[in-house]
Protein backbone atom coordinates (compact mmCIF):
# COMPACT_ATOMS: atom_id res chain seq x y z
CA UNK A 1 0.00 0.00 0.00
CA UNK A 2 1.18 3.16 -1.00
CA UNK A 3 2.29 5.08 2.56
CA UNK A 4 4.63 8.25 3.90
CA UNK A 5 6.52 7.72 7.03
CA UNK A 6 8.41 10.20 9.46
CA UNK A 7 9.80 8.26 11.92
CA UNK A 8 10.46 10.38 14.51
CA UNK A 9 7.61 11.65 16.31
CA UNK A 10 9.15 14.52 18.49
CA UNK A 11 12.56 16.15 17.62
CA UNK A 12 14.35 18.13 20.46
CA UNK A 13 17.23 20.53 19.05
CA UNK A 14 19.21 23.55 20.50
CA UNK A 15 18.68 26.87 19.04
CA UNK A 16 21.22 27.28 16.55
CA UNK A 17 21.89 23.76 16.04
CA UNK A 18 21.21 22.17 12.10
CA UNK A 19 17.81 20.32 11.93
CA UNK A 20 17.35 17.33 9.93
CA UNK A 21 13.82 15.87 9.58
CA UNK A 22 13.18 12.36 7.74
CA UNK A 23 10.77 11.58 5.40
CA UNK A 24 10.36 8.47 3.50
CA UNK A 25 7.51 7.15 1.14
CA UNK A 26 6.39 4.02 -0.40
CA UNK A 27 5.31 4.47 -3.67
CA UNK A 28 5.60 2.70 -7.31
CA UNK A 29 6.42 5.59 -9.06
CA UNK A 30 8.37 9.07 -8.00
CA UNK A 31 5.61 10.84 -5.93
CA UNK A 32 5.68 15.06 -6.33
CA UNK A 33 6.65 15.57 -2.82
CA UNK A 34 6.12 18.12 -0.16
CA UNK A 35 6.56 19.94 3.46
CA UNK A 36 4.38 21.84 5.50
CA UNK A 37 4.94 23.52 8.57
CA UNK A 38 1.74 23.96 11.44
CA UNK A 39 2.02 26.07 14.43
CA UNK A 40 -0.20 25.71 17.36
CA UNK A 41 -4.09 26.52 16.57
CA UNK A 42 -2.85 27.06 12.92
CA UNK A 43 -3.79 25.98 9.27
CA UNK A 44 -0.44 24.42 7.54
CA UNK A 45 1.89 26.10 5.77
CA UNK A 46 3.84 25.15 2.29
CA UNK A 47 7.25 24.92 3.11
CA UNK A 48 8.31 24.35 -0.24
CA UNK A 49 8.09 21.10 -2.82
CA UNK A 50 9.39 18.60 -5.20
CA UNK A 51 7.75 18.07 -8.96
CA UNK A 52 10.54 16.93 -11.13
CA UNK A 53 13.81 18.79 -11.66
CA UNK A 54 16.75 19.59 -9.04
CA UNK A 55 16.94 16.89 -6.14
CA UNK A 56 17.77 19.96 -3.95
CA UNK A 57 15.08 22.15 -2.87
CA UNK A 58 15.07 25.52 -1.42
CA UNK A 59 11.76 26.44 -0.08
CA UNK A 60 10.65 29.81 2.84
CA UNK A 61 11.87 30.16 6.28
CA UNK A 62 15.85 28.91 5.04
CA UNK A 63 14.95 25.25 4.63
CA UNK A 64 15.67 23.39 2.25
CA UNK A 65 14.76 19.28 1.10
CA UNK A 66 16.57 16.93 -1.07
CA UNK A 67 14.99 14.09 -3.00
CA UNK A 68 17.09 11.01 -2.61
CA UNK A 69 15.40 8.32 -5.24
CA UNK A 70 17.49 5.35 -4.07
CA UNK A 71 16.19 6.15 -0.56
CA UNK A 72 12.90 7.09 -1.22
CA UNK A 73 13.31 9.57 0.99
CA UNK A 74 12.75 13.57 1.05
CA UNK A 75 14.26 14.71 4.19
CA UNK A 76 13.79 18.07 5.88
CA UNK A 77 16.62 20.33 6.57
CA UNK A 78 17.73 23.71 8.32
CA UNK A 79 21.10 24.65 8.81
CA UNK A 80 20.36 26.95 12.06
CA UNK A 81 17.39 26.65 13.78
CA UNK A 82 15.25 29.79 15.29
CA UNK A 83 13.13 29.19 18.38
CA UNK A 84 10.62 30.48 16.29
CA UNK A 85 10.87 26.88 13.93
CA UNK A 86 9.63 25.34 16.83
CA UNK A 87 5.83 23.63 14.94
CA UNK A 88 4.96 20.59 13.50
CA UNK A 89 5.67 19.70 10.18
CA UNK A 90 4.08 17.66 7.90
CA UNK A 91 5.63 15.59 5.24
CA UNK A 92 3.60 14.87 1.95
CA UNK A 93 3.21 12.95 -1.17
CA UNK A 94 1.21 13.41 -4.53
CA UNK A 95 0.72 10.81 -7.67
CA UNK A 96 1.55 12.57 -10.77
CA UNK A 97 0.30 9.48 -12.55
CA UNK A 98 -2.97 10.48 -11.97
CA UNK A 99 -2.89 13.97 -13.92
CA UNK A 100 -5.74 15.78 -14.11
CA UNK A 101 -7.87 13.68 -11.52
CA UNK A 102 -5.33 13.74 -9.64
CA UNK A 103 -4.12 16.45 -6.69
CA UNK A 104 -4.65 15.21 -3.37
CA UNK A 105 -2.10 14.39 -1.08
CA UNK A 106 -1.13 11.35 1.33
CA UNK A 107 0.37 13.09 4.59
CA UNK A 108 2.81 11.84 7.16
CA UNK A 109 1.72 11.40 10.75
CA UNK A 110 4.26 14.63 11.35
CA UNK A 111 7.04 15.36 13.63
CA UNK A 112 6.75 18.11 15.93
CA UNK A 113 10.20 20.01 16.69
CA UNK A 114 11.03 21.42 20.02
CA UNK A 115 13.41 24.24 20.26
CA UNK A 116 15.81 24.38 23.50
CA UNK A 117 17.48 28.16 24.29
CA UNK B 1 -2.06 38.28 0.30
CA UNK B 2 -4.33 35.60 -0.74
CA UNK B 3 -5.85 33.41 2.11
CA UNK B 4 -8.20 30.42 2.53
CA UNK B 5 -10.80 31.66 5.17
CA UNK B 6 -13.06 29.46 6.99
CA UNK B 7 -16.46 30.19 9.63
CA UNK B 8 -16.44 29.46 12.01
CA UNK B 9 -13.51 29.22 14.02
CA UNK B 10 -14.91 27.41 16.56
CA UNK B 11 -18.03 25.27 17.03
CA UNK B 12 -19.60 23.96 20.02
CA UNK B 13 -22.82 22.16 19.26
CA UNK B 14 -24.67 19.25 21.37
CA UNK B 15 -24.75 15.75 19.87
CA UNK B 16 -27.61 15.12 17.18
CA UNK B 17 -27.10 19.03 15.40
CA UNK B 18 -26.46 19.52 12.41
CA UNK B 19 -23.19 21.63 11.59
CA UNK B 20 -22.20 23.30 8.65
CA UNK B 21 -18.68 24.69 7.67
CA UNK B 22 -17.97 27.07 4.51
CA UNK B 23 -14.61 27.64 2.98
CA UNK B 24 -13.95 30.76 0.57
CA UNK B 25 -10.87 28.95 -1.55
CA UNK B 26 -8.56 31.55 -2.98
CA UNK B 27 -9.96 33.12 -5.74
CA UNK B 28 -9.16 31.58 -8.69
CA UNK B 29 -7.83 28.10 -7.52
CA UNK B 30 -10.66 25.22 -8.99
CA UNK B 31 -9.28 22.77 -6.12
CA UNK B 32 -10.82 22.25 -2.87
CA UNK B 33 -10.01 19.96 -0.25
CA UNK B 34 -11.66 19.22 3.03
CA UNK B 35 -9.30 17.43 5.49
CA UNK B 36 -10.18 16.04 9.30
CA UNK B 37 -7.05 16.46 11.92
CA UNK B 38 -7.49 14.72 15.26
CA UNK B 39 -4.35 13.27 17.56
CA UNK B 40 -5.33 10.11 17.17
CA UNK B 41 -5.93 10.07 13.09
CA UNK B 42 -3.94 12.89 12.14
CA UNK B 43 -4.94 14.28 8.71
CA UNK B 44 -7.27 12.50 7.45
CA UNK B 45 -8.46 13.51 3.76
CA UNK B 46 -12.74 13.78 3.45
CA UNK B 47 -13.20 15.05 0.21
CA UNK B 48 -12.13 17.38 -2.82
CA UNK B 49 -13.65 18.99 -5.56
CA UNK B 50 -11.92 19.94 -9.02
CA UNK B 51 -14.29 23.31 -10.84
CA UNK B 52 -16.71 22.44 -8.38
CA UNK B 53 -17.17 18.61 -9.20
CA UNK B 54 -16.70 15.97 -6.45
CA UNK B 55 -13.78 14.16 -7.12
CA UNK B 56 -13.10 12.03 -4.55
CA UNK B 57 -15.20 11.66 -1.24
CA UNK B 58 -14.70 7.92 -0.26
CA UNK B 59 -12.73 9.68 3.31
CA UNK B 60 -16.15 10.88 4.19
CA UNK B 61 -18.31 8.95 6.44
CA UNK B 62 -21.67 9.14 3.91
CA UNK B 63 -24.17 8.91 6.34
CA UNK B 64 -23.95 12.28 7.95
CA UNK B 65 -21.63 14.25 5.78
CA UNK B 66 -21.95 15.88 3.42
CA UNK B 67 -19.73 18.71 1.01
CA UNK B 68 -20.68 20.89 -1.84
CA UNK B 69 -19.62 23.77 -3.58
CA UNK B 70 -22.99 25.98 -4.49
CA UNK B 71 -20.54 27.85 -6.36
CA UNK B 72 -16.57 28.90 -7.15
CA UNK B 73 -16.36 30.95 -4.30
CA UNK B 74 -18.19 28.61 -1.59
CA UNK B 75 -17.58 25.38 -0.66
CA UNK B 76 -19.18 23.57 2.56
CA UNK B 77 -19.42 20.53 4.70
CA UNK B 78 -21.97 19.62 6.88
CA UNK B 79 -22.14 16.99 9.48
CA UNK B 80 -25.89 15.75 10.33
CA UNK B 81 -26.70 14.63 12.93
CA UNK B 82 -23.32 15.44 14.74
CA UNK B 83 -21.66 12.71 17.29
CA UNK B 84 -19.08 13.54 19.74
CA UNK B 85 -16.18 11.26 17.65
CA UNK B 86 -16.91 14.15 15.10
CA UNK B 87 -15.15 16.60 17.33
CA UNK B 88 -11.92 17.38 15.41
CA UNK B 89 -10.56 20.43 13.76
CA UNK B 90 -11.59 20.58 9.87
CA UNK B 91 -9.76 22.11 7.18
CA UNK B 92 -10.22 23.58 4.25
CA UNK B 93 -7.17 23.68 1.52
CA UNK B 94 -7.58 25.13 -2.26
CA UNK B 95 -5.16 25.19 -5.19
CA UNK B 96 -4.58 24.84 -9.07
CA UNK B 97 -4.18 21.79 -10.44
CA UNK B 98 -1.98 21.94 -13.58
CA UNK B 99 -1.40 18.24 -14.84
CA UNK B 100 -2.28 17.59 -10.97
CA UNK B 101 0.56 19.52 -9.51
CA UNK B 102 -1.82 20.82 -6.56
CA UNK B 103 -0.19 23.35 -4.76
CA UNK B 104 -2.63 23.35 -1.78
CA UNK B 105 -3.32 26.28 0.74
CA UNK B 106 -4.84 25.76 3.78
CA UNK B 107 -7.22 27.70 5.65
CA UNK B 108 -7.45 28.49 9.81
CA UNK B 109 -9.83 25.57 10.08
CA UNK B 110 -12.85 25.03 12.28
CA UNK B 111 -12.59 23.73 15.82
CA UNK B 112 -15.60 21.76 16.29
CA UNK B 113 -16.97 20.26 19.88
CA UNK B 114 -19.46 18.04 20.03
CA UNK B 115 -21.06 17.64 23.33
Known amino acids: AQSVTQPDIHITVSEGASLELRCNYS??????LFWYVQSPGQGLQLLLKYFSGDTLVQGIKGFEAEFKRSQSSFNLRKPSVHWSDAAEYFC???????????????FGQGTELSVKP | DARVTQTPRHKVTEMGQEVTMRCQPILGHNTVFWYRQTMMQGLELLAY????????DSGMPKDRFSAEMPDATLATLKIQPSEPRDSAVYFC?????????????FGPGTRLTVT
Open chain 1, 27 to 32: YGATPY
Open chain 2, 49 to 56: FRNRAPLD
Open chain 1, 92 to 106: AVGAPWMGNQGGKLI
Open chain 2, 93 to 105: ASGLAPRGRVEQY
